[in-house]
T-cell receptor
Framework: ETGVTQTPRHLVMGMTNKKSLKCEQH?????MYWYKQSAKKPLELMFV???????ENNSVPSRFSPECPNSSHLFLHLHTLQPEDSALYLC????????????FGPGTRLTVL | QKEVEQNSGPLSVPEGAIASLNCTYS??????FFWYRQYSGKSPELIMS????GDKEDGRFTAQLNKASQYVSLLIRDSQPSDSATYLC???????????FGSGTQLTVLP
């Protein structure tokens, strides 16, 4: 296990459910990231937070809503998802966005029915 | 157009051989490059970073960067079955300095 933890590790939800993914980093970093990894596709950056401020939103649909209450915690709130949103959701952290050595959590495997 | 390209493989090498993984990138101003290893069902693990032209060695791993050719490679010497994984190349690109990943190369080391 790395210094980045994610819960839950697996999540199955219906299209009308609301759920949240949680990420916590114990590395003293200031930047945190959400990525989506689908089969046979490159990692897709979703959101970037640097010192708790959102600095990037890569045209992510509004059914995904991030929250970063402090530099150690990051959430991804999910509502009215689509089956094509099923994927591995990865959280990562780095010292800040100037130093891009990013360390990943174990991921949440999401299945939308 | 993909910004970071890798051969998807699969690449198979016998145990003890040198595995060579290649990556090209399109953003000429990219300055930072990374190799991640991802075992099946696991998350990516950072194994090498390289910022300057030339070679960087860390144990059995050597990263090579050629900015003129926009080319990054990873050599794994004395390959072991435990090296079997997907290797992701990533480059920092764009004014926002985002980390862009390639699709990965699947490596299998045959005992």
């Amino acid at each position: 296990e790395t210094g980045v933890t994610q819960t839950p590790r697996h999540l199955v939800m219906g299209m009308t459910n609301k759920k949240s993914l949680k990420c916590e980093q114990h590395l003293g970093h200031n930047a945190m990231y959400w990525y989506k990894q689908s089969a046979k596709k490159p990692l897709e950056l979703m959101f970037v937070y640097n010192f708790k401020e959102q600095t990037e939103n890569n045209s992510v649909p509004s059914r995904f809503s991030p929250e970063c209450p402090n530099s150690s915690h990051l959430f991804l709130h999910l509502h009215t998802l689509q089956p094509e949103d099923s994927a591995l959701y990865l959280c990562a952290s780095s010292q800040d966005t100037q130093y891009n050595e990013q360390f990943f959590g174990p991921g949440t495997r999401l299945t939308v029915l | 157009q993909k910004e970071v390209e890798q051969n998807s493989g699969p690449l198979s090498v016998p145990e003890g051989a040198i595995a060579s993984l290649n990556c090209t990138y399109s953003d000429r101003v990219s300055q930072s490059f990374f190799w991640y290893r991802q075992y099946s069902g696991k998350s990516p693990e950072l194994i090498m970073s390289i910022y300057s032209n030339g070679d960087k060695e860390d144990g059995r791993f050597t990263a090579q960067l050629n900015k003129a050719s926009q080319y990054v490679s990873l050599l794994i010497r004395d390959s072991q079955p435990s090296d079997s994984a997907t290797y992701l190349c990533a480059a920092v690109s764009g004014s926002a300095r985002q980390l862009t990943f390639g699709s990965g190369t699947q490596l299998t080391v045959l005992p």
